[in-house]
């Protein structure tokens, strides 16, 4: 007999591996502890993520695959994949293991480890999933001193020629149309509502309340939007094409209290876990683009084919290229703990607050929630990186190492020192107002530099950057930042520090 391994983000429906029925093959699934308490999980992501693999299995095993499945109460499952697989060796007299390449370092050196320790052979293969292997970055940058993500991109659109007109220049005469993607949503569109998939969730949710698992956030069953088979998979990917694709770009980075996803796909899951794979999603969108060009500007599409073929393959070789080391890295010597009001969105600060009570609720927020709000915050409070990290990859679905990790202690913390992002993406309450509708709610003024009432933010801004002069001050991108801290007069900035360094001292009174 032959044992395949199958992780939970290891969801490829069309993975070589079941092009042919073979009796001679136990393919293995199990929900464990060890998955569920490596950190507190968001419980929208336990039920996502164990629906998923059931239905991943049964699909398996309607096409004829033997597949053993433990569920997390299922009698002979010990709760950790390593001796899960020992006992699953010895009672099935298998003779060889096989297992597809993990997208996290924890489970690919416990599996790596495995293999050294058992008698039988053993063998690992490509999960079939990204266009870059894990070492590709590496040789692209091989001798460069930085890693600049849009080389790597354009590198992509030329590798897998998308929308190139030849081998060398882009369609539309420009590589990048970042520049068109900065609207506040005024409401000014219809977005359509999405289609409900009323998937029963609840069995699985009581589950992981017998079971007494530590969880984050909340779950409603009648209202749980998360898809998880290849069919709902598919058509959150036609929702998208069809309603958002046409403002995808123009609205990347507005936030809306009454809109949590405005014109965002909310494909992470389906493509972290491998439901979808990032090349169909990217050829589907061009296509329905192709189709109506006449009402979708290239703009749309070309931010969002960047996000997957660029960002996502990017972060991902980053991740091989650094880890372990990359975990560990705090470059700012941030060292204040993360607020207590991480975990239940209860502060007078009205950006924060929507936008953790939204991730309570959703266990998801869009891209500049989690980088200029909850993330700009944790950043200009310096706190440590490890608890930030811990705090992102427990509360959003599609959280999965490589690529939170890399989003979070890089882009976001800028504890890797510049690796991944050029400069700290840190802003004033100013950016925040120009970008959403929160400060208009706020118990805050916006407008106020260090009074009682004055956004907090803005004070954070400046204390910051007087605070981490020593790391910033060589920065090129900084440098009109630090001409205009050089400009202010002593006494603002000391009532900015002072104010700073309460808010920092006590967050929760804010
Ligand atoms: C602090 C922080 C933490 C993050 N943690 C994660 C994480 O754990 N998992 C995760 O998948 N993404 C993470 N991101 C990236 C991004 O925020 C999410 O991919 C995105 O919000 C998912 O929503 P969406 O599917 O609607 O994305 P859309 O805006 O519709 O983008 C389309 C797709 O592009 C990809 N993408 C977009 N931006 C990035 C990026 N920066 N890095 C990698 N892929 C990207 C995603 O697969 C996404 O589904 C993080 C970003 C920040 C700033
Ligand atoms: S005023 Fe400041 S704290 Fe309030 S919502 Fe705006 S940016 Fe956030």
């Known amino acids: 007999m032959k044992l395949r391994l199958l992780l939970g983000d290891q969801l490829n429906y069309n993975h070589s591996w079941f092009t042919t029925v073979d009796a001679n093959v136990i393919y293995f699934m199990a929900e464990m502890r060890q998955e569920t308490d490596y950190v507190t999980h968001h419980i929208q992501k336990i039920v996502a993520f164990f629906k998923s693999m059931r239905n991943f299995s049964e699909h398996l095993q309607k096409q004829g695959h033997h597949v053993i499945y433990y569920s997390l109460d299922h009698p002979k499952n010990k709760q950790s994949l390593t001796d899960n697989l020992a006992q699953l060796i010895k009672e099935n007299q298998v003779k060889h293991f096989e297992y597809q390449l993990p997208d996290e370092y924890r489970l690919d050196q416990q599996l790596q480890k495995f293999c050294n320790s058992i008698k039988i052979s053993s063998s690992v293969c490509d999960t079939e999933h990204f266009l870059t292997n894990r070492t590709d970055l590496a040789h692209f940058f091989e001798g460069k001193k930085q890693y600049t993500m849009e080389f790597?991109?354009?590198?992509?659109?030329?590798?897998?020629?998308?929308?190139?007109?030849?081998?060398?220049?882009?369609?539309?005469?420009?590589?990048?149309?970042?520049h068109n993607n900065r609207n506040k949503w005024k409401g000014a569109h219809l977005i359509p509502i999405k289609k409900d998939f009323f998937t029963n969730v609840t069995p699985i949710e009581n589950l992981v309340k017998e079971n007494n698992i530590k969880t984050i956030g909340s779950v409603d069953s009648k209202n749980f939007t998360w898809p998880t088979n290849r069919k709902e998979c598919l058509e959150t990917l036609d929702y998208f094409c069809k309603n958002l694709l046409i403002h995808f770009g123009?609205?990347?980075?507005?936030?809306?209290?009454?809109?949590?996803?405005?014109?965002?796909?909310?494909?992470?899951?389906?493509?972290?876990?491998?439901?979808?794979?990032?090349?169909?999603?990217?050829?589907?969108?061009?296509?329905?683009w192709r189709k109506n060009k006449?009402?979708?500007?290239?703009?749309?599409?070309?931010g969002f084919v960047r996000q997957i073929i660029g960002w996502r393959e990017y972060m991902r070789g980053i991740y091989w290229l650094k880890m372990?080391?990359?975990?560990?890295?705090?470059?700012?010597?941030?060292?204040?703990?993360?607020?207590?009001?991480?975990?239940t969105g209860t502060t007078k600060m009205?950006?924060?607050?929507?936008?953790?009570?939204?991730?309570?609720?959703?266990?998801?927020?869009?891209?500049?929630?989690?980088?200029?709000?909850?993330?700009?915050?944790?950043?200009?409070?310096?706190?440590?990186?490890?608890?930030v990290d811990q705090w992102y990859l427990g509360i959003y679905n599609d959280a999965i190492e490589w690529v939170e990790i890399t989003n979070t202690r890089g882009m976001s913390q800028f504890a890797d020192g510049g690796v991944v992002a050029t400069k700290p993406?840190?802003?004033?309450?100013?950016?925040?107002?120009?970008?959403?509708?929160?400060?208009?709610?706020?118990?805050?003024?916006?407008?106020?530099?260090?009074?009682?009432?004055?956004?907090?933010f803005n004070s954070l801004y400046w204390?910051?950057?007087?605070?981490?002069?020593?790391?910033?001050?060589?920065?090129?991108?900084?440098?009109?930042?630090?001409?205009?801290?050089?400009?202010?007069?002593?006494?603002?900035?000391?009532?900015?520090?002072?104010?700073?360094?309460?808010?920092i001292a006590n967050p929760n009174d804010y």
């Open 324 to 343: 372990p080391n990359y975990a560990q890295l705090n470059e700012l010597a941030n060292h204040n703990p993360l607020p207590d009001f991480y975990w």
């Open 294 to 302: 006449d009402i979708i500007t290239i703009s749309q599409i070309e």
């Open 152 to 178: 790597f991109y354009r590198y992509m659109r030329k590798r897998f020629h998308i929308m190139m007109v030849n081998d060398k220049d882009p369609e539309g005469g420009k590589w990048n149309f970042d």
């Open 350 to 387: 009205n950006c924060l607050k929507h936008c953790i009570t939204q991730s309570l609720k959703t266990g998801y927020a869009h891209h500049i929630q989690r980088l200029m709000i909850t993330g700009n915050y944790a950043l200009l409070t310096q706190t440590h990186p490890d608890q």
């Open 425 to 456: 993406y840190i802003s004033s309450g100013s950016y925040i107002n120009k970008m959403s509708n929160y400060c208009k709610g706020c118990h805050y003024k916006v407008s106020q530099k260090t009074t009682e009432n004055a956004c907090p």
């Open 250 to 288: 123009d609205y990347q980075d507005a936030m809306h209290t009454n809109e949590y996803y405005l014109f965002h796909s909310n494909l992470s899951f389906a493509l972290n876990t491998k439901q979808l794979h990032p090349k169909e999603v990217v050829d589907k969108a061009i296509h329905y």
């Open 463 to 503: 204390n910051f950057l007087d605070e981490k002069r020593l790391f910033l001050n060589k920065n090129q991108r900084m440098s009109m930042m630090y001409r205009l801290l050089d400009k202010m007069d002593s006494e603002t900035l000391v009532a900015h520090k002072k104010r700073a360094q309460h808010i």
